[in-house]
């Protein structure tokens, strides 16, 4: 039997700490990857060209090889920006298709129990990119998490000053999905929060 | 069930009126009421924690229930591992336990309530808040969200940071004014009938009154939910909570008056005014349950029988038999329980653990 400080004891340790793995999980991963080393040598090449290659883009702090990174650079509106809180929110976006305007990531969202101030998101960041004044309406797409929220507050009352339109994405009943089996709180939020039509 | 505190493996068949829980102290008899809300609410209302709830020698509990209404019939299992509370509805996993509301409204009545008017506030906060949740679906979210804000914020006040103190007390104020909102809205459904209640159990024609107290937001608004007062008193008393590192107002301070003749029960009633008075409030509840959700919850009863005088007993259980619910009741005297008949009970004795029909 192979012990812990082995270099397959190191890999089990190294994959113990990727989120959402634990002690079996990490097992059954290290077997496999014993099985077929052709594919541990194309997964350890990708890793290492990842960490080197991706970086933050310096405009909009979103992963990117080219900086700045390729929606920036593009033909996009520049009078509407969006402001997310991870990289991965803004491929959610991306996908949806619904959205022509530029992006900025804030690299996570106020929490102070975690310690987390706005000195720490990329807040300074944005405030200079709406300073130059091509930006009308800044779209927040912050989770609806109780630190998306206050996030969310944290950034209307920085920016509404400035003239530009603060708008919220819309929360409710999700697409596609019967009424019956939406839960009841999210039901209820959904009544008060009625549209006109 | 099967490894839940003392119970090794049991199983019932109970009535759809009164069941009976009865044996010495420490057999387990509040064990099977506390396992009945648990897989109802996926709470314990004893705030027991899973290492609590799992046999001491098990890894795992499992409580499972059939439900049955209006000919209708449920499969409810409620499995305990770890920290984790997985439940499944007719064999199939439920992710949020929102979606799971609706499904068995329960309300509990135990000698700590009896004794809540004489009681610390917190004690009447966890007895309001329970009491909201069971008939308000989203109070739920809503008092999961304040708790996380308030959380969040005395961070903050420890810390000494200043930068985003008045966002978090923006959304501290809105998530309070919210949460006032809704026990309010609870305690104003229930006003006529502990009025009601309260009468037909003493025979006096006394007004009794609950007064739900905000300190030092009365004036601001709070129960008006004026939320730019309510944010003006937070600036206000900053200073205060800065040095303390805590919020110092708010809904987790709130209280509730239990007011007799326009007096506080608390100082001037006695012991027996006192007990009538929550018996009418459990009473005025569970109609009020009955009224939004057109069917009476089940109620828990934990040994509040030895509690009562015999006229307030009889008073209490044929309100019971009148309202044709489902109760649950555990005593350790079988004596205790003063029904007109006993004869369409389920008694269910119980020793060291185990169901002894």
Redesign the interface.
């Known amino acids: 039997m192979l012990h812990f400080s082995s270099s397959f004891g190191r890999l089990l340790l190294e994959l113990k700490k990727l989120p959402g793995v634990g002690e079996k999980t990490a097992l059954r991963l290290a077997f496999h990857l014993l099985k077929s080393p052709a594919n541990v040598r194309a997964l350890a090449e990708s890793l290492l060209e990842v960490v080197s290659r991706v970086r933050f883009c310096s405009t909009c702090f979103c992963i990117t090889e080219d900086d700045p990174c390729a929606i920036c650079t593009g033909d996009r509106d520049d009078a509407t920006l969006c402001v997310v809180e991870e990289p991965q929110d803004v491929l959610a976006i991306e996908r949806s298709q619904a959205f022509r305007g530029r992006y900025h990531v804030l690299q996570g969202a106020l929490s102070p129990l975690s310690g987390i101030t706005p000195s720490q998101l990329r807040i300074d960041e944005l405030m200079r990119r709406l300073e130059q004044g091509t930006v009308g309406e800044v779209v927040i797409a912050t989770n609806f998490s109780v630190e998306g929220e206050a996030t969310a507050l944290y950034l209307t009352r920085l920016i509404k000053p400035l003239g530009i339109r603060v708008t919220r994405l819309a929360h409710g009943i999700p697409i596609g999905s019967d009424l019956e089996y939406v839960d009841a709180a999210t039901v209820q939020r959904a009544v008060l929060g009625r549209s006109e039509l | 069930m099967q490894n839940f505190r003392n119970i090794r493996l049991a199983d019932i068949e109970p009535g759809d009126s009164f069941n009976i829980f009865f044996g010495y102290n420490a057999q387990g008899k509040t064990n099977l009421l506390e396992s009945i809300y648990l897989l109802a609410t996926l709470k314990s209302f004893r705030h027991a924690r899973n290492r609590e709830l799992i046999n001491w020698d098990s890894s795992q509990a499992r409580i499972s229930g059939v439900l049955e209404r209006d000919g209708v019939v449920r499969d409810i299992e409620l499995a305990l591992c770890g920290e984790g509370r997985k439940v499944r509805l007719d064999g199939k996993s439920l992710h949020?336990l929102?979606?799971f509301?609706?499904t068995l409204n329960m309300v509990v009545f135990s000698p700590d309530e009896l004794t809540m008017v004489r009681g610390m506030p917190d004690a009447r906060r966890r007895y309001l808040d329970r009491a909201v949740f069971s008939s308000d679906?989203?109070y739920?979210?809503v008092h999961h969200?304040y708790a996380?804000?308030l959380?969040?914020?005395n961070?903050?006040l420890r810390?000494g940071?200043d930068?985003?103190l008045?966002?978090?007390t923006?959304?501290f104020a809105l998530a309070a004014v919210e949460l006032v909102h809704r026990r309010l809205a609870f305690l104003e459904g229930i006003r006529e009938g502990v009025q009601a209640f309260y009468r037909e159990i003493s025979g006096s024609d006394a007004e009794v009154r609950l007064s739900y107290r905000t300190p030092r937001l009365e004036q601001a608004g709070m129960a008006s939910g004026d939320v730019g007062n309510v944010i003006k008193a937070l600036q206000q008393s900053a200073m205060e909570e800065r040095r303390r590192g805590m919020t110092l107002l708010g809904p987790h301070r709130d209280d509730i008056e239990f007011l007799l003749n326009g007096h506080p029960l608390k100082l001037t009633g006695s012991q027996g005014e006192q007990r009538s008075f929550v018996l009418a409030l459990k009473m005025a509840e569970i109609a009020h349950i009955r009224r939004r959700f057109g069917i009476a919850p089940i109620l828990l009863l934990d040994d509040i029988s030895s509690e009562l005088d015999e006229h307030r007993n009889r008073n209490f259980m044929e309100f019971l038999s009148t309202h044709s619910m489902q109760v649950f009741i555990t005593t350790t005297d079988l004596a205790n329980i003063r029904l007109a008949s006993l004869a369409g009970c389920r008694k269910f004795r119980l020793e060291g653990g185990q169901i002894l029909q």
């Open positions: 949020r929102s979606d509301f609706g679906p989203g739920l979210l969200e996380k804000i959380k969040h914020r961070a903050l810390s940071e930068g985003q008045e966002t978090w923006e959304r």
